[in-house]
């Protein structure tokens, strides 16, 4: 793995980064850099800066410093800050564009929250609206769209609170929703296994529209199939985030030491973010942004120009006349 600058990091490398799959080749020779957003949004203490460190195998974000006691109990407003990663998976070089969410959730009333991202998420979709619009396209546009909304639960071991129902429910049609277990080390494996199945118990019962990994209608290549039907009984993922590297044999290894033992972030028996790395970063990655331009984008464009105001389901999408896409 490389940085910006073309030097080596001393990390632990992802062990699917040697992986593909049919789908992620047509990129390779974006050369620029394919550009892929992705937001983070969960609650203070989830992991999310730890996540977003691991996800990009280096040092983006640096620790906080110590909250002072005394103001301890004051909520900050939400915010969004951005942060871009110049690296390379399987030959393919990516431009990673992260957006988190500080402050999202730590207040009483989060309806402003939501409002927040839903306008962040709308905003992106305007621009490239406009664009398309243009008679003369700007060349250096940027399109920034999400392409994947990770989102953070908390490991309460129970069920989706209101607040994960409501966030999911309401910018399910305007993203990509991929729901991951924050710290699940801190749940015995079987605690775990109840509380996907009650998530996604959860997540069927009030339909909650999140990325499911579906196979498309011609999809014919039985790997991929069987891969989605593996990925599908995964979610929502178990992450464990880490910069701790360890030599073990030899090789770099991530981990977290505990009093009773150690968590190997990268060990499929441990934790799910690997697979969850290869996800964003190989297999998934034009499913993604295929599906946010043709889908979720293609909604939201016939909305605002029908005028509507509220969203639609997030299954009435086929047969919609698709816009000439933002290059």
């Avoid at 991929?224 to 044999?249: H, I, K, S, W």
Wanted: proline share 5%; charged share 30%.
């Amino acid at each position: 793995m490389k940085d910006g600058s073309g030097e080596d990091q001393n990390v632990a490398p992802s062990v699917y980064s040697h992986v593909s799959r049919p789908g992620s080749h047509r990129y390779k020779n974006a050369k620029k850099g394919l550009p892929f957003n992705v937001m983070l949004v969960g609650e203070s203490g989830l992991g999310r800066t730890t996540f977003l460190n691991t996800l990009c195998e280096r040092m983006v974000v640096a620790k906080p410093e110590k909250t002072n006691i005394e103001q301890a109990h004051i909520a900050e407003p939400m915010q969004f800050k951005h942060h871009t990663v110049e690296m390379e998976e399987d030959g393919m070089k990516i431009i990673l564009n992260i957006i988190d969410t500080p402050g999202f959730g730590d207040g009483i009333d989060n309806e402003n929250c939501f409002m927040q991202i839903q306008e962040y998420l709308e905003t992106q979709f305007d621009e490239v609206l406009a664009e398309e619009n243009r008679i003369k396209r700007n060349t250096k546009f940027r399109d920034s769209r999400v392409h994947a909304l990770v989102y953070f639960i908390t490991p309460t071991g129970h069920s989706l609170r209101e607040i994960d129902i409501e966030m999911m429910k309401r910018l399910g049609s305007r993203v990509n929703i991929i729901p991951v277990i924050g710290r699940s080390d801190s749940l015995t494996p079987r605690e775990l296994v109840l509380f996907k199945q009650r998530i996604m118990n959860d997540i069927a019962q009030y339909e909650i529209p999140v990325f499911s990994f579906p196979n498309g209608e011609d999809e014919e290549d039985e790997e991929t199939v069987e891969e989605n039907a593996e990925l599908r009984a995964m979610m929502p993922f178990a992450v464990v985030g880490c910069e701790e590297v360890v030599n073990e044999d030899g090789r770099p290894v991530r981990v977290r030491n505990y009093p009773w033992g150690m968590v190997q972030v990268d060990n499929d028996e441990h934790s799910d973010f690997d697979r969850l790395r290869y996800v964003l970063l190989n297999s998934h990655i034009g499913d993604l942004r295929d599906r946010t331009q043709n889908e979720i984008y293609e909604l939201y464009r016939t909305e605002k120009l029908s005028g509507a105001t509220a969203a639609g389901p997030m299954d009435d999408m086929s047969g919609m006349q698709q816009a000439m896409p933002v290059a």
